[in-house]
T-cell receptor, first 112, second 113 residues
């Protein structure tokens, strides 16, 4: 069973701090990784994707991928109360066209 | 929500009754998916479609069937609803062609009493 693991949280950070969200995955052959943000009662929204080892930056968000250690992380700089949400990590199943496996999500709470 | 409409948004039904949820897209995307989301389990794939009349099972397909007769519509049917199928159901679409980014509909809250 291919798995994606996340700490459910809540992760509480003060406003302006860096929030670090982590995800590990079991399928060593996975090549595509995604971060979704989900506000309470809403649908998931894609915020970042990464395919290569290293860092990928988009505004206040940085995705980090380490395939050797099988983990992917999301850093949120200058955290704002509006960033409070559940963050879902998703991994494409290798060999399966366009199928993603999701982690259970990490709840982030940014304290004003 | 990227041109995706789910209906109904909320439904309450009784155990043993059939239920059909509809997903309609205006993006002309090839791939369509049905996920369910439950506390402690995250999003789990029920069924997906890679073209008209082309569907396949996901990780939690028992008790569910799907149909896709047109590119824009993907139906999820619970033949005989059970209380364990109480959940939030999300439809998602992607363009495929090496692009696995999923875009989600607003969801359907289904309660089976």
């Amino acid at each position: 069973q291919k798995e994606v693991e996340q700490n459910s949280g809540p992760l509480s950070v003060p406003e302006g701090a860096i929030a670090s969200l982590n995800c590990t995955y079991s399928d060593r052959g996975s090549q595509s990784f995604f971060w979704y943000r989900q506000y309470s009662g809403k649908s998931p929204e894609l915020i970042m994707f990464i395919y290569s080892n290293g860092d990928k930056e988009d505004g206040r968000f940085t995705a980090q991928l380490n395939k050797a250690s099988q983990y992917v992380s999301l850093l949120i700089r200058d955290s704002q109360p509006s960033d409070s949400a559940t963050y879902l990590c998703a991994v494409k199943i290798e060999g399966a066209t366009n199928k993603l496996i999701f982690g259970t999500g990490t709840l982030l709470a940014v304290q004003p | 929500d990227a041109g995706i409409t789910q209906s109904p948004r909320h439904k309450v039904t009784e155990t043993g009754t059939p239920v059909t949820l509809r997903c309609h897209q205006t993006e002309n995307h090839r791939y369509m998916y049905w996920y369910r989301q439950d506390p402690g389990h995250g999003l789990r794939l029920i069924h997906y479609s890679y073209g008209v009349k082309d569907t396949d099972k996901g990780e939690v397909s028992d008790g569910y069937s799907v149909s896709r007769s047109k590119t824009e519509d993907f139906l999820l049917t619970l033949e005989s609803a059970t209380s364990s199928q109480t959940s939030v159901y999300f439809c998602a679409i992607s363009n495929g062609q090496g692009n696995e980014k999923l875009f989600f509909g607003s969801g359907t809250q289904l309660s089976v009493l």
